[in-house]
């Protein structure tokens, strides 16, 4: 149980990149997502810089 959050933190962080890129990209009119690609990827990193600050501190 010590571990149920992380999987739920690091699909939030990586849903939000990808909803805020998408939203971006939407406002730009951008023919391809990039920027909801990028904004993914800046979540998996974030989620996984969160979830490995966690275990450290276990």
Partial sequence: MRFAGLGTTLAVSI???S???R???EYF???KPL??????L????????SVLR???SM
Avoid at 35 to 40: D, F, K, M, N
Avoid at 42 to 49: C, D
């Fill in 15 to 17: 849903g939000l990149g």
């Fill in 54 to 56: 966690n275990i450290k």
């Fill in 35 to 40: 920027i909801t690609a990028a904004g993914a």
């Fill in 29 to 31: 009119a951008l023919e």
């Fill in 19 to 21: 909803i805020g890129g």
């Fill in 42 to 49: 800046l979540g998996l990193a974030v989620g996984m810089w």
């Fill in 23 to 25: 939203k971006l990209d």
